[in-house]
C-alpha cells in the first residue's frame, strides 16, 4: 500500500447506518473499503449493495464454518431468538482486523450506533464486542464516536474525531437526516436479513441442533423448504409446500436421507433426516406425505422410499388426522 492517508475496513451489514457510516468517513481523506459475510443464515447481497451506494468496493468472506462453530456455543449467549449478536459481531470484526492486519489498513469501523439495538448496541456490548475481538482500540463506529472513548486512529491524528457524529439511542431521526443530506434515497430497513432472529427458523435450528448436534450448512439449507415435523421418537421430518420445495428438498438430500414420494397421486417430496428405511418412523412419515398429497381419503396410497440408492415402498391409508398432524408440526 504505497498511500499516505489511512486505510480504514468498514463491516457492511447493508442497513443505512453501515451505508451512512462510510459517508461520514468519506467527509475525511481516506481509503475505505467494505468487507461483508455470508453464512446459511445471512447472505453477502446487503453489504455488496451498501458498498455500491457508498461508492467503495466491497470484499465478501463465507463465514459459515467458523460461524457454526461459534453459534454451538457462544461466549455472550443469544437475544431473542437464536441469535448470538455479540459473539457475531466480534467474530466478524476478527475476520476484518485479520484482513485489516493483512492488507496494512489502520482501522476497523462499523455503522454501529451506541443505544440502537438492545443486546449488540449498549455501551458494555461494544466494549465486550471489542475485547472479544481481540482488537480493542481500532473499532471506528464514526455514527456515535464523540460518545465513545477515542480510538487509536483518532489518537493519533489520522482521523478527525470532531468530524465524526455523536448520535445515540433507538430514534432514527438524525440517520433520517443523514439520508436526505447524502441523496441517498434507497437502502433496506436494518436488522431484516438474518433468519437467526425470526422465530419459527429459530425454533426449528434448536430441534436440529439437539438432534443432531454436528449438523452442518446442509442440513440448515433443508430447514429453509417446506414444513418440518418432529416425529415421535425424535425423528426429523421435512415435507415440501409446492413444487420449489420438493426440488430443493430432493437435491439437499444426501445418502443419509431417506426420501419419500407418493406414487400415483400429485403430492410433496418428504425428507427423513439421517435416517435409514428401517426406521420405526417410516410409516408415519409415509403417512404424513400422504396427507398432505391429492390422495383420496382413506384409500391406500403407494409411498416410494428412497436410501442410499436403494429404493422400495411402503402402502398406507390417507386416515392421518389434522389434529394428530399438528401436534408434530415445528
Ligand atoms: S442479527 Fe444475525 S447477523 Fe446480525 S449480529 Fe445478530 S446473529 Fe449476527
Redesign the pocket.
Known sequence: MTESKATGIGLL?GGLDSILAVKVLQEQDLRLLGVTFSTP??SGQPGIDAGRAAGIEVQVIDLTDKHLAMLRNPVYGF?SQM???ID??ALMLREAGQLMEQMKADFLFTGEVLGQRPM?QRRDSLRSVEKLSGYPGRILRPLSARLLPPTLVENEGKVDRERLLDINGRSRKRQIELARHYGIKVYPQP?GG?M??KEGFARKLRELFTLYPDAGAREIELLKWGRHLLLPGGVFLAVGRQQTDNERLGSLAGPEEVVLRVLDHPGPLGVLLHLTPETEALSLAAKVVVSYSDAPLEGAVRVEWKHAGKTGMVTEANNLRKEEMKQYLL
Do not use: A, I, Q, V
Open positions: 451489514s443464515f445471512f437475544g441469535n448470538p449478536c457475531c459481531h449488540s436488522g438474518c437467526l432472529t
